[in-house]
């Protein structure tokens, strides 16, 4: 995993000491209500998503998730992930971020880090990122929008959330389309 730094920010690999972080943030009712993690979400899914799921990612190459924060020492704020499609040259990327990081552009600020990074030819590679949301999250949409990401609004588009099939919006961001 490539670390990458901003004027404001460290994005790295979570780590454990951000357990805690990790916990608190995906108990928080706007991260449940819009990101598909476990429902209740315990420490027992924020130790498994730390120890667990982001090394394979690394591992199995499938997929990078990046902890941003304000300093090295500093918990985290959010994670963006990038995730490997099926279709050759292409990513889809997700991201949450704890209440108190919200508000202040530091998600864009990491969001577009991330998107340059998996974008570059020198980093990830990819011609093409994907940002899928719910209708009606209109705050995950401007933030993809505030990068690059330009949305379809094709009527019909879904995403399986929690069991049921909902409303969606699908956004694309190419390496021409990138704003930093």
């Known amino acids: 995993m490539h670390l990458l ?14 357990i805690p972080a990790v916990l608190v943030a995906c108990q928080d009712a706007e991260t449940q209500r819009w990101v598909p993690l476990p429902e209740p979400y315990t420490r027992e899914s924020a130790e498994f998503f730390v120890r667990s799921y982001c090394p394979h990612g690394l591992a199995s190459g499938q997929y990078s998730v990046w902890a941003f924060r304000e300093s090295a020492e500093d918990p985290l704020i959010g994670v963006i992930e990038v995730r490997r499609d099926e279709a050759p040259g292409s990513a889809s990327v997700g991201s949450w971020a704890a209440p108190g990081g919200r508000g202040r552009g ?9 998107a340059e990074h998996a974008l570059d030819q020198g980093g990830l590679g990819f011609a093409q990122l994907r940002w899928d949301c ?12 505030s990068v690059g990401f330009v949305f379809d609004e094709a009527p019909g588009r879904t995403l399986w959330y929690r069991g049921e099939e909902r409303p969606a919006l699908i956004g694309v961001l190419r390496r021409d389309g990138l704003r930093g």
């Open 5 to 18: 730094t901003t004027p404001r920010l460290v994005l790295d690999a979570p780590r454990e000491s951000d």
């Open 134 to 145: 719910l209708r009606g999250n209109d705050a995950s949409r401007r933030l993809a929008e």
């Open 106 to 114: 530091l998600v864009r600020e990491a969001l577009a880090a991330v």
